[in-house]
């Protein structure tokens, strides 16, 4: 992570004194802890962790917290309940996690010490993995724009010690692992929390510049007459009424330069949407700033790819704009040509992103000719209407593809669900006066209407992905691990996603 939040670091300690203010003890709460079990951590606490037990202090709710201090080496305890033991999964313990990483943030806690031996025994795959997740995630702070007498700690050192000699150190490397694949949630998290004031299609692109030189990529921006050169109108025309033009911005990492395979993400970034001549509503406006994340996500993505060294090749596009009301601005009823040679009538000015993935697509396979393309935008609203905020929407021309991203999807609990993408809703974008229109003027499948423009952007050949993460991008009510405000979902779905391709 950076600055921006709560950061912690692991490192392993097997044996020797604790080093730590607080011992971070997680225990299944039903059935209740066996005495064996607990009696391995009562020497480091004084048996502080029984005394709490003999009250009753650890509860059924997953991450609800006891707190107690004693006389032993940690001079205070936190006892995290992981709730119901049949029902304990990977998104328990990281909301368990994250749980207390707040608390631990809250506290100012500055080092703690883990106790695994509660997670090991827990029916779950890689566990203590989990909880560091949860907890990098659980601390994310967006601070930038603070008062330095606001922050909260901003480092906190947590020390991983197990019963058993030689356990610690058979975990680091997957801790290590998730606490990189947390730093570009985080990353992305706080791209996406940045201000139109702060972040337009020109500090974007720089800030993608600053990324590829850290990680060595490969990185190049495509500006105004570069896009007009290639008769990308339809991501001009989107932002043709803001102060900043409009850019493409392109990012390479070949982790597999010998093969051949390549996966091309693209990313929506609408840096502000007043919604343009069909403008927005009052209400909830300033949350417009979130309309950049997909774009924020394909760098996330790389980031965590690029770090981790994956054996892959991927290519990172981000449409950027700004959808602005100006007299520059284009208006509904205008008709455009995007790159493909298709003329677009506008119906409505705020359904702009499939306008800047379109030409973003077509420039993907005429450029880069993907293996695999995948696009990721905060695009309709219906798409809440349809799953709620618990599913992102998934759409696609290839069944292979849509079944190992929702798999993925599946082992991170970034859940997609797939929906159709049938002829007959063709009827629903047919024009009068052009090839086709961006909008059916009406929410009836409105996300499948999304869904279906872009499928008029990709051949038949190239297997293709659309994940619309409108209703899952921020939350004004998370009671996930990532809690209230923007989740970087999609970052780790993607990541095991390419994972699960590396050669």
């Given amino acids: 992570m950076n600055a921006n939040g709560t950061l912690f670091t692991f490192r392993p300690a097997d044996k020797g004194r604790p080093q730590g203010n607080l011992l971070l003890v997680p225990l299944i709460a039903k059935p209740q802890p066996p005495m064996e079990l607990v009696a391995r951590v009562d020497h480091l606490c004084d048996n502080a962790v029984s005394a709490l037990l003999t009250v009753n202090a650890l509860r059924e709710e997953v991450g609800h917290l006891s707190h107690t201090t004693h006389a032993g080496p940690c001079p205070r305890v936190l006892l995290v309940s992981l709730g119901d033991g049949q029902k304990l999964g990977p998104a328990e313990i990281r909301t368990a996690a994250a749980t207390a990483a707040r608390w631990l943030a809250t506290e100012r806690i500055e080092s703690a010490v883990l106790w695994v031996d509660g997670l090991t025994a827990a029916n779950v795959e890689n566990p203590v993995a989990e909880w560091a997740l949860g907890m990098c995630l659980g601390g994310f702070r967006f601070l930038t724009h603070k008062r330095p007498d606001e922050k909260l700690a901003s480092r906190i050192a947590v020390e991983i010690r197990a019963s058993e000699p030689g356990v610690v150190t058979r975990l680091m490397p997957r801790v290590r692992e998730a606490a990189i694949e947390a730093d570009a949630v ?73 093969a051949r395979a390549t996966t091309v993400l693209v990313g929506k970034a609408v840096t502000f949407d007043t919604g343009g001549y069909s403008i927005k509503q009052a209400q909830g406006l300033e949350a417009l700033k979130f309309d950049k994340t997909g774009g924020a996500t394909v760098l996330g993505v790389l980031k965590a790819v690029a770090t981790l060294k994956l054996k892959c090749n991927v290519v990172g596009l981000i449409a950027a704009a700004e959808n602005a009301i100006s007299a520059h601005a284009y208006r509904p009823g205008d008709i455009l040509r995007l790159m493909s040679g298709k003329t677009v009538e506008v119906i409505s000015t705020d359904a702009e992103g499939r306008l800047m993935l379109a030409d973003a697509l077509w420039y993907a396979q005429e450029k880069l000719r993907p293996t695999a393309l995948i696009d990721i935008a905060t695009l309709t609203g219906g798409v809440g209407i349809a799953l709620g905020n618990v599913a992102a929407g998934i759409l696609g021309n290839d069944d292979t593809l849509a079944a190992e991203l929702g798999e993925a999807g599946r082992r991170v609990h970034e859940r997609l669900w797939r929906l159709p993408l049938w002829d007959d809703y063709k009827e629903l974008i047919k024009s009068t006066d052009a ?26 050949n190239t297997p293709w992905a659309h994940l619309d993460i409108a209703a899952v991008a921020h939350l004004e009510n998370g009671k996930g691990p990532t809690g209230k405000g923007a989740t970087g979902f999609g970052v780790r779905l993607l990541v095991e996603f390419l994972r699960r391709r590396s050669t």
Avoid: W
């Fill in 186 to 258: 985080n990353y992305t998290r706080a791209l996406a929390h940045e201000p139109a004031n702060v972040i337009n299609p020109a500090t974007l692109a720089r800030r993608a510049r600053d990324l590829a030189r850290e990680l060595g990529l490969r990185c190049s921006v495509l500006s105004a007459p570069q896009l007009r050169r290639l008769g990308m109108n339809g991501l001009l025309a989107v932002g043709a009424g803001a102060a900043h033009p409009a850019c493409l911005i392109q990012l390479e990492y070949r982790g597999a330069p010998r």
């Fill in 435 to 460: 090839d086709i229109k961006n909008s059916a003027g009406k929410r009836d499948a409105h996300c499948i209407v999304g869904g279906i423009f872009l499928k008029e952007f990709v051949r038949d």
